[in-house]
């Protein structure tokens, strides 16, 4: 099989963005699906070889939290979409935590899940913290969600909708949620 050359097409679709939309328009379904995959998997094995885990993590563990314990929203170092997430639990019936779910799936199930580290928090008030790390994905959806849980009821307090646009991470959404049948 002869070398395929692409310097024509690479050099059209760095220069100018819009190229990168009018193929797209011109493929068929299913070879803008292949594309579409293609692009994933090639972004999450950059991710997986570019960076520094260790040191992005560890510096994760400095930033990633509040004083109360639970994370700061998820942020883009490059080239990794972090996530803080973790729970503080004051006795087995009663915790406050927080998670990412990322399209629609808990961080810790996703595909796209790179590494995640735990660390446990001993004290009077006990649980852990969590950094995970994801591939910047256009179009990931990340939900973070914060909940409590009291004699033995979880129900969700707040979640805020982000997504990556453009290499970046843009809130969509934020919603407090009540009580009532928030469970």
Not at 66 to 73: A, P
Not at 96 to 108: A, E, L
Not at 121 to 133: D, H, S, T, V, Y
Not at 165 to 176: A, F, I, N, P
Request: glycine content about 8%; hydrophobic content about 40%.
């Amino acid at each position: 099989m002869a070398t395929r050359r692409y310097g024509t097409i690479v050099r059209h679709l760095r220069d100018d963005p819009d190229t990168a939309r009018e193929l797209a328009e011109k493929l068929p379904d299913d070879t803008l699906y292949e594309l579409g995959a293609a692009i994933r998997d090639e972004t999450s094995r950059r991710a997986r070889a570019a960076g520094d885990q260790d040191a992005v993590i560890a510096a994760a563990f400095e930033a990633g939290f509040t004083r109360d314990g639970l994370g700061v929203l998820p942020w883009i170092e490059a080239p990794f979409v972090i996530c803080p997430g973790g729970l503080v639990g004051k006795n087995r019936a009663s915790h406050r935590c927080q998670f990412v779910s990322v399209d629609d799936t808990w961080i810790w199930e996703s595909p796209d899940l790179i590494r995640e580290d735990k660390r446990s928090m001993p004290g009077k008030e006990e649980g852990f913290r969590a950094i995970a790390l994801l591939p910047i994905v256009e179009g990931m959806a990340l939900d973070v969600v914060r909940a409590k849980q009291r004699q033995g009821q979880h129900s969700v307090e707040r979640v805020t909708s982000l997504v990556v646009k453009r290499g970046r991470l843009v809130e969509v959404e934020r919603r407090d949620v009540s009580a009532r049948g928030a469970r």
